[in-house]
């Protein structure tokens, strides 16, 4: 299976009309790929919190349009990463929209845990509450978006669902690299599944991005990492490896907390 992670750079400079379409023109140019990824809120920045309200679009907006078409051109299914979604009869919401190969929605996610405490996303966006898995021919899609990444509990659902390759856009802060890469490992080996993360590269509202996007197996190795800037992260991997891996090293057969409710033991 080939799948290609677009690290986007968001420019301050360029309008969020010109970076749709310039996305847009580098995810046909994957055509050949079975997978396609773009990082969360591509089109604002992730910390342009100023920004969310006014770009704001709904499910079926502008980025909604021009994906659906671009998924289609290149003939490949494409997460599309994150928009700043508005719901007609509620809040704002971070979410994920996920195309098949014909240019139909497959999935739409909201993201669930929201960043910034009690500022930023936590209070400006609504908290999404349903699990998104999508089946693909060759593997099933568990999703995931930049902050959920902390949240192990989030990833053992998606497995419990299905979920095989984990894919998780972000927006992640440069001061924080090492967690990125060392939280998307620990997913992938606690899980035993594929994790692809797609992060952006450019500076959003002053917070320089991580970028790094990274590949890693269900043993932990990192197949493919980016660099800093705007890059296409392509690689190459065996969905077969999951269930290998499952079969060679049972680690989730031993599961016991999350299963069952562990029995207490009452003080005296």
Excluded at 201 to 220: K, L, N
Aim: hydrophobic letters at 45%; charged letters at 25%.
């Amino acid at each position: 299976m080939r799948a290609s992670l677009i690290q986007i750079a968001v420019d301050e400079g360029e309008s969020v009309a010109e970076r749709r379409q310039r996305a847009a023109s580098l995810v046909r140019g994957q055509a050949g790929a079975d997978l396609v990824v773009l990082p969360e809120l591509w089109t604002t920045g992730a910390f342009a919190y100023e920004e969310f309200g006014p770009e704001a679009e709904p499910l079926d907006g502008p980025t909604y349009e021009v994906m659906a078409k671009a998924a289609s051109d290149a003939g490949v299914w494409l997460h599309a990463g994150s928009i700043p979604e508005r719901d007609p009869d509620g809040p704002l919401y971070n979410t994920s929209l996920i195309f098949s190969p014909s240019g139909e929605l497959a999935a739409a996610y909201r993201k669930i845990h929201r960043f910034g405490f009690d500022k930023g996303e936590a209070v400006l966006m609504g908290a999404g509450s349903d699990l998104v898995t999508v089946r693909l021919p060759e593997t099933t899609l568990g999703v995931a978006t930049c902050y959920d990444l902390r949240f192990p509990e989030l990833f053992r659902s998606l497995v419990d669902a299905g979920a095989e390759t984990l894919v998780i856009p972000a927006g992640w802060p440069e001061r924080r690299r090492a967690h990125w890469t060392l939280l998307a490992q620990a997913r992938a080996v606690e899980n035993q599944a594929f994790v692809l993360a797609c992060g952006t590269a450019g500076t959003h509202a002053g917070v320089p991005q991580a970028g790094h996007s990274i590949v890693v197996d269900p043993w932990g190795e990192v197949l493919a990492e980016a660099g800093a800037g705007e890059e296409v992260l392509t690689v190459e991997f065996d969905p077969a490896k999951v269930a290998a891996t499952r079969e060679q090293f049972p680690a989730l057969k031993d599961r016991v907390l999350g299963l069952q409710p562990p029995r207490r033991q009452q003080s005296r």
